[in-house]
């Protein structure tokens, strides 16, 4: 899949894309306790999107890896499509 074919409410996304940027992790709290969460923007050849990365994610990818999620699924944060990567899917440097 695409980057510009992913939109909101999609689950079993599966895409390859360059990490572009990734925010520094913030603290939060879940309900299944505390954890750290980061915001990546991967971009392939029709576009960009965020990638949240949760806790042990964010120390397994830096700027300018390629990667592949696999199993992902999207909602909208902030007026923005994101693509998550719950405990089904994965995410790997190619």
Known sequence: MKVSEIKD??????FQGEITEISEPRE???KFGNTTVATAKVKDDTGT???SLWGKQISLVAVGDNIEVTGGYTR?????V????????SIKKL
């Open 9 to 14: 409410g999609m689950s079993n996304v599966d």
């Open 28 to 30: 939060v709290v879940t």
């Open 49 to 51: 999107i965020s990638l």
């Open 76 to 80: 909208s944060f902030r007026d923005e």
């Open 82 to 89: 994101q693509v998550s990567v719950g405990k089904t899917g």
